[in-house]
């Protein structure tokens, strides 16, 4: 059985999930209580926040380049950028990957075809 912990909420946005639980909408949806609506909120937030930091080893750049998924999202470390020419040149061989799969910590590498 979970433990639970208390957190503290703005009171108002508290009205607002009360609010939420008594329309037929949130019933029709299963969601009966605040903590349910508060539990679905927050698994659906660390979902989409959730970071996956991977490399690139580039022959272009000569180096490692690192980038960082968030959910469909990927930005270059470097840069804190979604448009760098690193992570446009990354999504030029993006063909070779999927996005799903990659994993924390793992290393690209550009296939042969695409090296000068
Ligand atoms: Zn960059």
Redesign the pocket.
Known sequence: MAEWETIKLPKEMVQKIQEYTKTEYAKERGYTSKSQVVVAAVRSFLQTEQKIKFNLRSKKYNKL?PFRRISTMIF?E??N?QI????IHLLKHSELFDWELIEEGSTLAEAPKFLK
Request: aromatic share 0%; proline share 0%; net charge negative.
């Open positions: 380049l270059c470097s840069c950028s760098c020419e690193h992570t």
